[in-house]
Every structure is written in structure tokens, then in C-alpha cells.
């Protein structure tokens, strides 16, 4: 091997860059699609929500109830009123946050949020869940289902505006809508009126009387406990029966503002985080609902509550008239570089560069050794003269 003299021809160099570019540019063509973690069951939980829906949307047309196709552009029939002096309605609600609340890709962040929590197949979900955010609780039934998890539901069926606030149509009519048409597997154990108190303080008495009725008719056993406290003990005794014994419950989901689950509104919405949790942080909170007395039991939670801020950490899409493609996206398929390919391109570029470094390039591709440097001229002297004949010498 001979050592190269002197610069690398422009030649040469103009070759290596070319290979170069070319190794970059098949780096970024051939990228791969990578499933991300839980392909399979977000896929399956994105369909049972558009089943679940299209079973919503056809009975709430069956109940007389028109879809507001401004406030509800997909036709999702999830969409409630504005009415705030409606017989179901507790406070005012955001309607952004229930139109994202209804993408069927929801499901797949819930199934992430439960892989992290390390939900698996059998194991129990417990769930409180209100009227607030209907397409947010199929979402969650369906993501648990999707995993074989069991998931015990408890509900409170106010809602603010934009929800299940029409007394025909309550989220517990829109769950047998799912469940008859065999999208979802789940009912709720129970369900309690919801509002101030978890008992509707602040509504008529035939508003409470069309919760009651619409329980009712639903055949779902009634919570309407005299205080707060009451009720999230009763929701802790059901949970405990339902699965035998509240350590065997893996997790808890909370969808909403129910009182019951998160303990007062400056709890809910400033206290616990949106998205998973599990780590008991200790302050002086105003009451301990369902969801923190799981969380200091050391059972991770999951809250369900700005949904603004979910879509900006998930990629969801908060322009109803183009919402994301049901089971399409990078929360289901990621463009990810071949590894083979990067490597491969990486090496041989190496190579050929320290190839280019040490051989002598000119010899191996014209087969000549590059030529000697000049030498210098010497000049000899001149040969001595020869004596004359009659030349007299010492």
C-alpha cells in the first residue's frame, strides 16, 4: 500500500460527494412505516367507537332528536345542545373540547395510556365517567374492552351544554344504544344525578326527576346519597364488590368533572394532571374523590379532562370540519429510517472515503505511478587537457 503525496485530485473529491448525496437521498426515500406499540387493539378500539356511533347517531334519530350538523359536522349524533337552562344541564361546556372529545382516535391515545399503566388481558378498570364528554366515555369503554380488560362504569348523568343534556337522550340511552348494536361489552354498574353535591343541587325538581326516570328506564341501579362524601364512599363500595376487592382493580379512569370522582372543580382542573398519573402528590385537597383515594392507594389514573390539551400533545386534530382519519396517523403507523439501509450506507461511504485516504487513486485507475519529482541539474567539470608534446611538465 503506498501512502498518498500531495492534494486529492478535484476529481475525487467531486466523486465522493456525489456518492455522498446519493447515499442521503436512498436514506430518506426508503424510510419504513414502523406499527407503533398496541397497533392492534387502538385499531380495534377506533372501530368499536365508529361502530358505537353509527349505532348513536341512528337512535337518536329514532328518539326525535335532530343532529346539529354546524355544532356536530361528522354526524357523530354526540353532540348536545347549547341550552343552558336544559333539563339535564349543570354548567356551561366548551364546545371544541366535546367536538374533540369525539374523534374516534381518542380510543387509541386511552389504549396508551393504559399500556403505560400496565392494563392487561382480565384485569379491572374501575371508571367514573358524567354526560360532559360522551364521545370521550365510548372511547374509554371501547379502549378497555380492546385490551380484554373488564371495565366497571359508574356514571352521573349531568352535563354541561354541548353533552348528553337532552332528558330523551342521556349518555345512559346513548351506552344501550352502543351495547345493543354490540359495539361496546359494557354497562354501567350504577349512576347518580350528578352536579353540585353529586345530587343536582341547583336543578328543578322535574330535571331530577327526568335523571331519575331516564335511570330508570335503563334498568341501572341509583346513587343518591344525602352528601358528597356518601356518594364517593358508595362508588368505593361498588367498585370493591364488583371486583372482589379494590387491590384487585389495576387502575382508574376518570372522564369529566363528576365531583364524585375528582372531588371539587379547583381539584379536577388545576390539582390533577390531564393524561396518566401515579405518583400521590400530598396537599390539602377540599375533599378526596374516587380518584384520589386510588391514586394514595398507589393505583395509577388516568384523567380525561382538558381535552384542548390532549389533542395538542397527540396529534388530534381540533378543527371538526377535518378531523383525523379514524385508525390512520402517527399514533398508530410512524415513518421511521431502515436501519439496514442507513447502516449499509453509512459503512460503504466510509470506507471508500478511508480507501480514497491511503491508496494512491491516480495508480490504481490509470495503472502508472505518479511521476518523480524533478531532480536537479549538475553541472560536471571538464574533462582535463591533455599535455602538449613540447609542453614542459614538472
Known sequence: MKFREGKVPPATLAGLALLALTAWAAVERFQVDKREDAYREKKAAVASVKRGQDAIRVARKRAGLAIDYERDPQHTGLIGTDDQSGPLTTDKGYLRAKQIATQPNLAAVVVAWLREAKVQKGDFVAVGMTGSFPGANLAVIAAIESLEARPLVVTSLGSS?????QAEFTWLDMEKAAFDAGAIRTRSLAASIGGDKDKGVGLNKASIEAIRAAIARNGIEKIEEKTLVASISKRMDLYAKAAGDLGNIRCYVNVGGGLASVGS?????KLIPTGYSDKWVERNYPVRGVLLQFLKAGKPVIHLND??????????????????????????????????LVLGALFGLVAVIVAVGLLDVRH?????PPPSPAQ??????????????GEFVL
Open 161 to 165: 351544554t354541548f353533552g348528553a343534556n
Open 265 to 269: 372543580n379547583y381539584t379536577g382542573g
Open 307 to 340: 381535552f384542548r390539551r390532549i389533542a395538542g400533545t397527540h396529534g388530534l386534530s381540533t378543527n371538526p370540519a377535518e378531523p383525523d382519519e379514524p385508525g390512520e396517523g402517527p399514533l398508530f403507523l410512524s415513518r421511521r429510517y431502515n436501519l439496514v
Open 364 to 368: 490504481t485507475l490509470f495503472g502508472r
Open 376 to 389: 536537479p541539474k549538475v553541472e560536471l567539470p571538464p574533462p582535463p587537457r591533455a599535455p602538449d608534446p
